[in-house]
């Protein structure tokens, strides 16, 4: 089955860190670009950053530039977004999802920055 | 960076109606757009890519059109489980994806 499963969400205080990871499988997941995009609650659909299907190039939307770093290890089929500095507006369901193939998204983890 | 608007922000429907809903991107770039659909508690699914390719399994009621700066999504009679967010998409600009802000259909 093609699918891809997010997890790393939790409850985190402000300036906190945390390690989302999305786990691809069905597909050649190496030969995909993958994005984050994050949805705060009751809001909108946001592109959060982007990676290439090699790991070589990354991208960021300037709300997390400096803080989130995107990252991929191709042979764990594993898409990561490490988060940084963590503030209330953070908060968000994170979804992973395929560039290339649109219809293919996570089913999301829920990330929660509160004190 | 491309600015996409949705138009109207809620739109209430009768089930059987037709339902039009727009997106409007704030510079030009031909058919890279996809149209979302979003239920609560859920991902968003794929209706249409290339702004009017219909994804696999989407029913034919649901139909893409337009380009460049001005697109359409149109329902044409509009089912119970339709009832729901639909976000546009423009991917012309990778890996800067950026979406409308949505259109909530609601049940008149």
């Known amino acids: 089955e093609v699918q891809m499963v997010e997890s790393g969400g939790n409850l985190v205080q402000p300036g906190g860190s945390l390690r989302l990871s999305c786990v691809a499988s069905g597909f050649t997941f190496s030969t995909y670009a993958m994005n984050w995009v994050r949805q705060a609650p009751g809001k909108g659909l946001e592109w959060v950053s982007g990676v290439s299907d090699s790991g070589d190039n990354t991208y960021y939307a300037d709300s997390v530039k400096g803080r989130f770093t995107i990252s991929r290890d191709n042979s764990k089929n594993t898409l990561y977004l490490q988060m940084n500095s963590l503030r209330v507006e953070d908060t968000a369901v994170y979804y992973c999802a395929n560039v290339q193939r649109l219809s293919l998204w996570g089913k999301g983890t829920t990330v929660t920055v509160s004190s | 960076e491309i600015v996409m608007t949705q138009s109207p922000a809620a739109l209430s429907v009768s089930p059987g109606e037709r339902a039009t809903l727009s997106c409007r991107a704030s510079?030009?770039?031909?058919?890279?757009l996809a149209w979302y659909q979003q239920k609560p508690g859920q991902a968003p699914r794929l209706l249409i890519y290339?702004?009017?390719t219909r994804a696999t399994g989407i029913p034919a009621r649901f139909s893409g059109s337009g380009s460049g700066t001005e697109f359409t999504l149109t329902i044409s009679s509009l089912q119970s489980e339709d009832f729901a967010v639909y976000y546009c998409?423009?991917?012309?600009?990778?890996?800067?994806?950026?979406f409308g802000q949505g259109t909530k259909v609601e049940i008149k």
């Open positions: 290339g702004a009017s």
């Open positions: 998409l423009q991917y012309n600009n990778w890996p800067q994806w950026t």
């Open positions: 510079q030009s770039f031909s058919t890279s």
